[in-house]
Nanobody, 124 residues
């Protein structure tokens, strides 16, 4: 499976961005999808995850109420809408998936399939 992220960029604090992840090589409509991020010098952390049918979501405390994860199983895509961005949101954002199974773990080691990432930079 190949995951390709897009939509990153440079924005000012308070602005919004929408990231998109397109999957190819396998239909991911039955599997958990997630967004992680990694800032320089920090460990990779879960930002948000979404269940196979979109019925369940999981967010990091730091982004709750500001970010929304969604998926379109017909298009094999998952998006991350980010509002009210802060400088501390600056990081490389990665799309990830795991299969088989419907679990939604928060650890990056639980996700074997990754995109190459897209840079998000938020200036103050």
């Amino acid at each position: 499976v190949e995951l390709v992220e897009s939509g990153g960029g440079l924005v000012q604090a308070g602005e919004s961005l929408r990231l998109s992840c397109a999957a190819s090589g396998r239909t991911l409509s039955s599997y958990t999808m997630a967004w992680f991020r990694q800032a320089p010098g920090k460990e990779r952390e879960l930002v948000a995850a979404i269940s196979w049918n979109g019925g369940n979501t999981l967010y990091a405390d730091s982004v709750k109420g500001r970010f929304t994860i969604s998926r379109d199983n017909r298009e094999n895509t998952v998006d991350l809408q980010m509002y009210s961005l802060k400088p501390e949101d600056t990081a490389v954002y990665y799309c990830a998936t795991r299969f088989p199974g419907h679990e939604m773990p928060s650890g990056p080691s639980e996700y074997p399939y990754w995109g190459r990432g897209t840079q998000v930079t938020v200036s103050s």
